[in-house]
């Protein structure tokens, strides 16, 4: 579904050249038309393209009819966002989106100087952006002019309640005009968030653009009994284990924080820390290392990620609990972002099962508990990589082996042993690689863990049809993610979907007979949040027991 008509001529030209071609299931609730002009509480979670959907609301306010945004004066609209990142972040999008109205957008926030903020403010600026602190400086020394405001967004309200700036935010909101429009977006909408939309906002439409239920759709999520000495050791094989691309790891103090990474990198990670202690241009060499490549593994605490825009993130791993269930839903979210799936892991202590289980039953989310990787299972996993590696070249995305790499290969298996040769690559393979840890304590302590439900009887072939997905192993396919998707796209019940098998490059699935038609006729229809996946039936049933992949589902 494109872009709406009523999309400003200016915005839809920026948002074509930008290659946006249709807009994202929150951009297209909010640009709804009854919502023209309303104030707004939205409750969207991260990486579902807010900045733009906050931006293209603020075009009906700020553009109308007009074909350009007139000489930039006092501010039309204010931006305020919890950290420097995320407002540096927002400055950029609205700039671009606006750069063909003729828009100037200003940022303001800490570590940057006041005085040539200051200056850019009185040369005049349409939209400007900021952080709570910074805005009230401005504010209290008479060089931030609300007296033309049109409209203001809070972006990640509950962050900002959340790290205190409750006072700040109240003091620019009462010095913004009463006839202003006000749009609050927010990942949760806990009872502080809604007494601020009761107080500051007028009949605010509630758009609900990350249903209940959905928020965790894009994350799986496993959690392990570790033993609290081994914690750091849990995590080296983990990550062994994982091996993801890019990999975040809360701890609850700056002092484990730097020792954490301090401990990743003596074995061989490529490791960052970010916490409150460091400077700003620390914090800045960090990301960028992080975003770069150089680095695969940042080690922050809560207050230090807030506001981080890091949207490759493929696991969230919580050494330390967080300490609440809204915590660990913004912990989370920092994975499974703009459609692509995440994972996020907890490590809990035998004596933090209890108050664990609480948070996940506040938070709606039902983990996997596991016991930690062996060393046997981290080599295992070594060796699909590898084998998967050597199978890779030729394949989509992937090149070829050239004729002088072959050539090379065909003179070693001549001179040697084939199994040598593996035996030798094997070894080098290892050599680079972190050594696993024995977590002797924790495997005592697994046995401790929440046993899973038991599995329901698997119905008899007569009474099940077989489906495929194109979702499998190389698109890192979870049944934990999987199974929501399916019962969304086939409109269907858990209980109607039965064994799934993951392959390599699908995965096949029972429904059951009586759901079966239905099932099909809803999984046929395009799903604008996942365009690219294809369900459909298959035309032989696969064999009862397959070999390999099989998972259950409880």
Known sequence: MPFPPATHPALARALEARGYAEPTP?????????????????????????????????????????????????????????????????????????????????????????????????????????????????????????????????????????????????TILDAAPAERRTILFSATLPRPILDLARRYTREPARVAATPEGEAHEDISYRAHLVAP???????????????????????????????????LSERGFESVPLSGELTQAERARALKALRDGRARVLVATDVAARGLDLPGIELVLHLDLPRDAQALQHRSGRTGRAGKKGLAVLLCAPAERYRLTRMLSEAGIAPEWQPLPSSDEIRAADERRLAEEVAAPGSEGVPAFTEEELAAARRLLEA??????????????????????????????????????????????????????????????????????????????????????????????????????????????????????????????????????THGKS
Not at 445 to 468: I, L, M, T
Not at 522 to 527: E, F, P, T
Request: proline share 7%; with cysteine; hydrophobic share 45%.
């Open 26 to 170: 929150v951009q297209s609730e909010v640009m709804a038309e009854g919502l023209r002009g309303r104030d707004l509480l939205v409750s969207s979670r991260t990486g579902s393209g807010k900045t733009v959907a906050f931006g293209l609301v603020l075009g009906d306010t700020l553009l109308a009819d007009e074909p350009a945004l007139p000489p930039a004066a006092a501010p039309l609209a204010l931006v305020i966002a919890p950290t420097r990142e995320l407002a540096l972040q927002v400055q950029r999008e609205l700039s671009w989106l606006y750069g063909r109205a003729g828009g100037r957008v200003a940022s303001c926030v800490g570590g940057m100087d006041p005085r040539r903020e200051a200056r850019t403010l009185a040369d005049g600026a349409h939209l400007v952006v900021g952080t709570p602190g910074r805005l009230c400086d401005h504010l209290a020394r008479k060089q931030l002019d609300l007296s033309a405001l049109r409209a203001l967004v809070l972006d990640e309200a509950d962050e900002m309640l959340d790290m205190g700036f409750r006072e700040e935010l109240t």
């Open 229 to 263: 000495r081994e914690r750091e050791h849990a995590a080296v094989n983990l990550l062994r284990h994982l091996d993801p691309a890019s990999a975040l790891l809360f701890r609850a103090t700056r002092e484990a924080v730097a020792h954490t990474a301090a401990s």
């Open 416 to 549: 040697s042993d084939p199994v040598r040769v593996a035996a030798a690559l094997v070894r080098r393979e290892r050599a680079r690689l972190p050594a696993p840890e024995e977590l002797t304590e924790s495997a005592g302590v697994s046995r401790q863990a929440p046993r899973p439900p038991g599995k329901r009887r698997q119905a008899p072939p007569a009474e099940v049809a077989w489906f495929r997905v194109n979702l499998g192993r190389e698109k890192k396919a979870d049944p934990r993610w999987l199974l929501p998707l399916l019962c969304r796209r086939g409109d269907v019940t858990r209980e109607q979907i039965g064994k799934i098998v993951i392959l390599p490059h699908e995965t096949r699935f029972e429904v059951s007979r009586a759901a079966a038609e239905h099932f099909a006729a809803a999984a046929r229809k395009v799903d604008p949040r996942a365009r690219d996946v294809r369900i459909g039936p298959l035309r032989e049933a696969p064999a009862r027991r397959p070999a390999a992949g």
